[in-house]
């Protein structure tokens, strides 16, 4: 069954990671602000992936010390997706 989610992000460029998910695979992925170019690129990249693979692949990535990045952020959006 399909779910998007909207995630809003803290500590980051991105103001909301909007993400779509079937079951356990990533079916969608976007972010709303940020880095363009950046944000498309991890959006293609999980795109088709299993969500715990991406979220493992993610999950802890800093950006310029801030204790998070767009891609952290997706994983905890990947996470809570899992939850609801």
Same mark, same amino acid.
């Given at each position: 069954? =399909? =779910? &998007?989610? @909207?995630?809003? @992000? +803290?500590? &980051?460029? $991105? +103001?909301?990671?909007?993400v @779509?998910?079937?079951?356990? &695979?990533?079916?969608?992925? $976007?972010?709303? #602000? #940020?880095?363009?170019?950046? @944000?498309? #690129?991890?959006? *293609?990249?999980? /795109? #088709?992936?299993?969500?715990?693979? *991406? ?12 204790? &998070? ?9 990947? /996470? +809570?997706?899992?939850?609801?």
């Amino acid at each position: 069954m =399909k =779910k &998007t989610i @909207t995630y809003p @992000t +803290q500590g &980051t460029c $991105s +103001q909301a990671v909007i993400v @779509t998910v079937d079951e356990q &695979t990533i079916v969608e992925a $976007s972010f709303v #602000g #940020g880095c363009h170019g950046n @944000t498309q #690129g991890i959006a *293609a990249l999980v /795109r #088709g992936m299993q969500v715990e693979e *991406a979220i493992a692949r993610l999950e802890g990535i800093d950006c310029r010390g801030r204790g &998070t990045s767009c891609p952290d952020q997706l994983a905890r959006a990947l /996470r +809570q997706a899992l939850n609801e």
